[in-house]
């Protein structure tokens, strides 16, 4: 038998329910706070990914699905939404200094990570992406959407982190600082030491314990920030403040991605363990630049559904169960009855039937399995006296009425 890919999963049954809600309240929250959607394409050329999230991380040294095509491309299913999100508004000319650009993105992301619980190889990630704006106010934005958004969908037990890596002036100072401090450490990983030469920050993000611990007294770079660094990351935490979204100061983010300049931030959800990250992002101001596009502050989210997922439960979807359940007999019966069906389904109305030649009652057994509230009973007596039953399942009272009051049925309940 062939089983599916390892980290890729099938989605059904009462969690696809799960699923098609929480995608619904995104997409309606989204478009409520002004942003549109961009449907990407799953397969980028790899250089996007190499110049974007950076050569020297995680994800693009050892997380990505990377393949040479047929016409000798070298492409990679995309790991993330951002960098195709920028290559996207270059592409097609987007951006004009006037507007503030506001796009999201909801979809599969792949990664060749060791699945675990609310970690799969093909996970799914909504994204939204402010672009065009410098201030402290574009934060604000998508940080309030994200609020709003998971107050919504019930996520009550949650924490808001925030961090400022600075800008690459004050960056250097405190990379410099960072240096001088592990100079003198032999315990670092081996990633790590290698990290000191190519992209020491990255150390800050390292999954090792005794690295851990190494940078537990590490200098901090809130530390080292600039004036107008500092003057950036007061105007968010005072809007925050001023809108009753908490949050908690956390200096040992950094983001496993290089392009996050000044904010960055995650949101981590109580009852997932290990992995409660469900939210990340932060800003990347000079990404579209260094992509060889235009000078184009920005800042943006993803959220990781799968992780979402986890913390609903089939409370969070509405019971599904039928409207109405068709019983009849014969060929008089059908001839009411599927017509009636079509019309019923045509206004919205949850039906179904059964035209075996079955029992009443193991027809009756099959409309209490599909939890159908009503019945209609259209037997040989039924039609005789020109009426139908109309059966409560729920209190188990039953009525007769005449056939004309078929027509519209669903005002009868
Ligand atoms: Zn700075
Ligand atoms: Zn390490």
Request: glycine share 6%; net charge neutral; charged share 30%.
């Amino acid at each position: 038998m062939i089983t599916s890919v390892r980290g890729f999963k099938d989605i059904y049954g009462k969690e696809a329910k799960i699923w098609k809600k929480l995608e619904n309240i995104i997409r309606e929250v989204f478009s409520t706070w002004g942003f549109e959607e961009v449907r990407l394409p799953i397969l980028e050329k790899t250089e996007l990914f190499q110049r974007s999230i950076g050569d020297t991380t995680d994800i693009v040294e050892k997380e990505m699905y990377t393949f040479i095509d047929k016409g000798n491309e070298s492409v990679t299913m995309r790991p993330e939404g951002t960098a195709s999100v920028i290559r996207f508004i270059n592409e097609h000319k987007l951006y004009t200094l006037e507007k503030n650009l506001k796009l999201y993105y909801l979809g599969p992301m792949f990664r060749y990570e060791r699945p675990q619980k609310g970690r799969l190889r093909q996970f799914h990630q909504a994204g939204v992406e402010f672009l065009g704006d410098l201030t402290p106010y574009a934060e604000f934005e998508v940080l309030s959407l994200m609020d709003c958004l998971l107050e919504k969908v019930g996520i009550k037990d949650r924490i808001l982190y925030i961090n400022n890596l600075g800008c690459p002036d004050c960056r250097k100072t405190y990379r410099n600082s960072l240096l001088k401090y592990l100079e003198n450490n032999q315990d670092l990983c081996e990633d790590c030491n290698r990290r000191k030469i190519t992209n020491p920050l990255r150390i800050l993000d390292c999954k090792q314990e005794k690295c851990k611990e190494i940078i537990k007294s590490a200098p901090k770079i809130l530390d080292f920030i600039c004036v107008d660094c500092k003057k950036h990351m007061t105007k968010l935490k005072e809007l925050l403040t001023l809108n009753n979204i908490s949050y908690e100061i956390d200096p040992f983010i950094v983001r496993g991605l290089d392009y996050y300049i000044k904010t960055v931030f995650e949101v981590h959800a109580k009852g997932l363990g290990s992995q409660s990250a469900i939210l990340a992002g932060g800003r990347y101001d000079n990404l579209s630049k260094d992509l060889g596009g235009y000078d184009l502050p920005a800042v943006g989210w993803a959220m990781g559904l799968e992780r979402v997922v986890l913390l609903l439960d089939e409370t969070f979807v509405e019971d599904d169960s039928l409207d109405f359940f068709f019983i009849y007999f014969d060929d008089r019966g059908e001839k009411i009855i599927l017509p009636l069906i079509n019309n019923l389904r045509k206004k919205g109305v949850k039906v179904s039937y059964d035209p075996s030649k079955s029992s009443l009652k193991s027809k009756l057994r099959k409309a209490d399995k599909l939890k159908s509230k009503y019945v209609v009973i259209l037997g040989d007596n039924e039609i005789n006296n020109g009426t139908f039953t109309l059966k409560n399942m729920e209190k188990g009272e039953q009525f007769a009425l005449p056939l004309d009051k078929l027509e519209n049925l669903e005002k009868e309940i």
